[in-house]
C-alpha cells in the first residue's frame, strides 16, 4: 500500500521559517518523482516544484528563492523547506508522487498524503 504522511506543520510567524517532511513507503520511492503541491484557505491548489529521482529539483517562481526540496532515499523522505514566510503562505501542504505543475485536483497526481496545514500569523 502506498502511504505518504506529511509532518511538521504548524503555527509560524512571519518571516519564519518551516520544514515540513513526507515519509514515503509502498512504492519505488527512489525512482520516483516528488511534488510538494499547496491549498490556502478558499483557494486551488498550487504546486510547489518537485524533485526528481536524480535530485534534481523544480521550484515555481513563488518560492524559487527561500524554498528547497531534498530527499534521502535511504529513508524514503522528501523534505521542504520554506523560509521568509508570509501570511499567503498559510495552506496545507502536500507531498504527492509525480509531477504535474498546475494542477486542478490531487488525483492528477499517482497518490499524496494527508496533508500538513502550515498557518502564518503574528
Known amino acids: 500500500e502506498v502511504q505518504l504522511v506529511e509532518s511538521g506543520g504548524g503555527l509560524v510567524r512571519p518571516g519564519g521559517s518551516l520544514r515540513l517532511s513526507c515519509a514515503a513507503s509502498?512504492?519505488?520511492?527512489?525512482?520516483?518523482?516528488m511534488s510538494w503541491v499547496r491549498q490556502a484557505p478558499g483557494k486551488g491548489l498550487e504546486w510547489l516544484g518537485g524533485?526528481?529521482?536524480?535530485?534534481?529539483?523544480s521550484y515555481v517562481d513563488f518560492v524559487k528563492g527561500r524554498s528547497t526540496f531534498s530527499r534521502d532515499n535511504a529513508k524514503n523522505t522528501v523534505d521542504l523547506r520554506l523560509n521568509s514566510l508570509k501570511p499567503e503562505d498559510t495552506a496545507v501542504y502536500y507531498c504527492?508522487?509525480?509531477?504535474?505543475?498546475?494542477?486542478?485536483?490531487?488525483?492528477?497526481?499517482?497518490?499524496w498524503g494527508q496533508g500538513t496545514r502550515v498557518t502564518v500569523s503574528s
Open positions: 504527492a508522487i509525480g509531477i504535474r505543475v498546475k494542477p486542478a485536483s490531487l488525483y492528477e497526481y499517482d497518490a
Open positions: 509502498g512504492f519505488d520511492f527512489s525512482s520516483s518523482a
Open positions: 524533485i526528481y529521482s536524480d535530485g534534481s529539483t
